[in-house]
Nanobody, 124 residues
Framework: QVQLVESGGGLVQAGGSLRLSCAAPGRTISTYNMGWFRRAPGKEREFVTAITGSGGSTYYADSVKGRFTISRDNAKNMVYLQMNSLKSEDTAVYYC?????????????????WGQGTQVTVSS
């Protein structure tokens, strides 16, 4: 079992930035691929970004490409999501996820473990 704990959400004005963090207390996550998903009110959970265990490959949804950056620090068992140029449509609960499955990292079915989520609200 892998416990994931997100933090860093909050209220920000459009055009602003936030940095989300995902911690895996007591767990070495270097062998896990990690992802961020989000769920906006009334919508399905959607893929945001993912990073492989080594950090060598990253993947982004078209809607966030060029604005969001995923990174990880395996020594600290942490994953980060830097969000810049935020828009009102980025408002959602953001979830961190971990997996060792060899499935697509762009779909929620590809992940085994999920955090509880952190709310991001972008005011226009």
């Amino acid at each position: 079992q892998v416990q994931l704990v997100e933090s860093g959400g909050g209220l920000v004005q459009a055009g602003g930035s936030l940095r989300l963090s995902c911690a895996a207390p007591g767990r070495t996550i270097s062998t896990y691929n990690m992802g961020w998903f989000r769920r906006a009110p009334g919508k399905e959970r959607e893929f945001v970004t993912a990073i492989t265990g080594s950090g060598g490959s990253t993947y982004y949804a078209d809607s966030v490409k060029g604005r969001f950056t995923i990174s990880r620090d395996n020594a600290k068992n942490m994953v980060y999501l830097q969000m810049n140029s935020l828009k009102s449509e980025d408002t959602a609960v953001y979830y961190c996820a971990a997996t060792r499955k060899l499935l697509s990292l762009r779909g929620p079915a590809g992940y085994d473990y999920w955090g509880q989520g952190t709310q991001v609200t972008v005011s226009s």
